[in-house]
């Protein structure tokens, strides 16, 4: 399962513009990081779907109702350059969720480092890795959904295109929607291989001028029109 090493990334989280980042995601809920894996970073990962090891579960999604296509939870230990993310993207985001859930008035707050908050996870039997790894075919489609899988929560997520959109498939746009007393909306997150986006789990703030309101999102993706596409999801709360 280690056959993708931690080579580095393409580009650390160090060079992003973090400002404009947590902008986005206040103002639509969902922000993108461009090139954050390189091509070969991609098809690496994309080339263990295949594998039967490495894996604590496979879910047909048509069997559940889910959309059509299908996604591998990864088990630990994770494959290390996906790890070596999950780390390195939790302590920027951590201070937004802190912020978000503040204003939401949702009374949990969330340390600065990833193990901490893993162990907070596990104690409260959330043992089971969520990261994973979606493929998708002509026809198939992802309802859309929000990934909540026990009382803890971390606001923020991320997935990581590894397909080019136009050559290896198309269709398959990245949909957020938006529910509030302001209407319901979507968003079509327009992404390159190697891109990823940045997503609100549940519930965003959005400031109003009567004050703070709550949007509840959900994400999915469009029918894909044609050929394959795989992504990688990186959820920070582990399962029940
Ligand atoms: O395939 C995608 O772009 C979305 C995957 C997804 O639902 C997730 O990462 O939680
Ligand atoms: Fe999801």
């Keep these: 399962m280690n056959a993708v090493a931690s080579q580095g990334l393409a580009t650390t989280p160090e060079t992003y513009d973090w400002p404009g980042i947590e902008q986005s995601l206040d103002a639509q809920g969902n922000a993108v990081l461009p090139s954050l894996l390189t091509a070969g970073q991609c098809d690496g990962l994309a080339a263990l ?52 859930n503040r204003q939401l008035k949702i009374g949990a707050q969330y340390p600065h480092d990833l193990d901490a908050y893993l162990r907070r996870c596990h104690e409260a039997g ?63 997150v327009a992404l390159r291989k190697g891109d990823a986006v940045v997503f609100t789990v549940n519930q965003r703030p959005a400031m109003g001028r009567r004050g703070t309101r709550k949007v509840a999102m959900r994400h999915g993706v469009s029918r894909i029109r044609s050929g394959h596409r795989h992504t990688v999801g990186l959820i920070f709360h582990d399962a029940k």
């Design 126 to 188: 959330q043992t089971r890795p969520t990261p994973l790894i979606l493929q998708y075919g002509e026809g198939d489609y992802n309802c859309l959904h929000q990934d909540l899988y026990g009382d803890h929560v971390f606001p923020l997520q991320v997935a990581i295109l590894l397909s080019e959109p136009g050559r290896d498939f198309t269709g398959g746009e990245f949909i957020m929607t938006e529910l509030s007393n302001k209407g319901h909306r979507a968003d079509v």
């Design 49 to 100: 779907y295949a594998r039967e090891d490495g894996y604590r579960a496979r879910i047909v999604m048509a069997r559940h109702g889910f959309g059509r296509g299908e996604y591998k939870y990864f088990a630990y230990p994770l494959p290390p350059l996906l790890d070596q993310l999950r780390h390195a993207l939790y302590p920027r985001l951590a201070p937004i969720a802190n912020r978000w």
